[in-house]
């Protein structure tokens, strides 16, 4: 009997060996064909990852850390030294902390890359040196952060219209050049903390017919930032401005999972920009226009938008002849065929819905990267429009299992009323769903 045991030892680890061996013949086999099937019905599967990637939910936008650089009046392109200056380049701890007690738990941190490439090799360092430790800072307070390589759009040599002009080229290369050297300098941090966005904002056309396309531009963009931080969870983007237009020519082919897409919202465009003074004609001069369209009207419209104009005039602007009967087009554009209201942001963002189910991403990794609304000109009254298009759209991309980060800290479009005092607005807080006790 002794004798016979190896023997039947080895039948029985033979009879074993196969079945496993079945068991993962079998399991393969159903994983193709359940991707087969995916891939029939039109969905693009990801490869899955063991690394963690940050799960942004609600953030906020600090531009004046490393955004809004000073530039030198006596050198053109040129930037002074150093190039972010003043009490807005600065965040308080105290500040952190309440931000952190509202409920952010993220925090964008745009970038000017203008500044990084007209610099010298040993300002480069610097500047590289401070942006990871404004980064370690954020993660401390308890953020994770995305940092978003932003290249201003006005008094430089390097707007991301100049970068992709001629892509691949020496501008191309030496803005990939830069991705780089923020990889290098990121890619030892928490994964599941910090990202890096490649280019805010990267074409105005959904697709490039003159030139290299950036689906193509971003792919390449990409490979080089993989050739050197493969586990740091990058964000894509599409083009269109970043728009939900874009989305219909961005595919994730040849991506890993290791990826979040950003996209940003601000629509309608005439309401949510209504008066500034750096957009075009003639919504520079538009005044009044209300959310959802039901709470306003023409005449009011026409009223507030009069005195907008009244107010320009007084203050020396110049103000062409044509102004009010080409912001008074806009108007009843507005209110006669846009007519937004709750409805028309949730049919918005049902685009995005579909585009997420046919590519096969999971919802959390999609964040709306900036959203907001300006606050009307001073001396007109506010009608609270502006903070129930921004609950609207929160609640809207909350409801989908997306993320958002508010465009921006500072007074203007975003959290604070006073940047001097650093007043938060409690409406604002309200709109968002934060905790108004940190206040």
């Not at 390449?220 to 728009?243: E, F, H, K, N």
Request: proline share 6%; glycine share 6%.
């Amino acid at each position: 009997m002794t004798a016979r045991k190896p023997k039947r030892l080895w039948s029985w680890l033979t009879t074993i060996a196969f079945g496993v061996a079945f068991l993962v013949f079998a399991a393969g086999f159903l994983y193709l064909d359940e991707r087969q099937n995916a891939i029939a019905a039109g969905v693009q599967a990801v490869p899955e990852t063991t690394v963690s990637i940050p799960k942004f939910k609600r953030g906020v936008n600090v531009s004046r850390l490393q955004s809004f650089a000073y530039r030198d009046p006596k050198r053109p392109g040129k930037y002074l030294w150093p190039p972010f200056q003043g009490e807005l380049s600065k965040v308080s701890d105290a500040e952190l902390e309440r931000l952190r007690a509202l409920g952010f738990d993220f925090i964008r941190l745009p970038i000017d890359a203008g500044v990084f490439l007209a610099a010298t090799d040993s300002e480069r360092r610097i500047l590289l040196d401070d942006m990871k430790s404004i980064t370690v800072r954020l993660l401390d307070s308890g953020f994770a952060v995305m940092v978003d390589i932003h290249p201003a759009t006005y008094l430089t040599d390097w707007t991301p219209a100049d970068i992709l002009k001629e892509a691949p080229g020496p501008r191309f290369q030496a803005y990939a050049d830069l991705l780089e050297d923020v990889a290098k300098r990121i890619r030892d941090l928490p994964t599941d903390k910090v990202a890096l966005e490649l280019m805010n904002e990267p074409q105005g056309v959904c697709f490039r017919e003159d030139g290299q396309d950036w689906s193509v531009s971003q792919k390449q963009l990409y490979d080089r930032v993989r050739s050197v931080a493969p586990d740091l969870p990058i964000v894509l983007t599409p083009g269109c401005w970043r728009s939900l237009e874009g989305l219909e020519y961005m595919s994730l082919e040849g991506y890993d999972d290791k990826i979040i897409v950003d996209f940003h919202f601000y629509e309608p465009f005439y309401f949510t920009h209504q008066s500034l003074p750096w957009v075009l004609d003639p919504l520079r001069y538009i005044a009044g226009l209300s959310y959802p369209w039901t709470a306003g009207n023409v005449e009011t419209a026409e009223e507030r938008t009069r005195q907008h104009i009244a107010a320009l005039k007084a203050a020396d602007v110049d103000v062409p002849d044509y102004a009010f009967d080409k912001a008074m087009d806009g108007v009843l554009d507005y209110y006669k065929r846009k007519r937004p209201d709750r409805a028309f942001i949730e049919s918005r963002f049902d685009t995005i819905s579909q585009w997420v189910d046919k590519h096969g991403i999971a919802p959390d990794q999609i964040v709306l990267g900036e959203f907001s609304a300006i606050r009307p000109p001073k001396g007109l009254p506010d009608d609270g429009s502006r903070l129930a298009w921004i609950k609207d759209v929160r609640t809207v991309v909350e409801e989908r299992g997306f993320g958002w980060a508010l465009w921006d800290y500072y007074e203007g479009f975003g959290l604070m009323t006073d940047n001097v005092k650093r007043t938060v607005e409690p409406g604002m807080v309200d709109a968002l769903g934060l905790n108004a006790n940190a206040l």
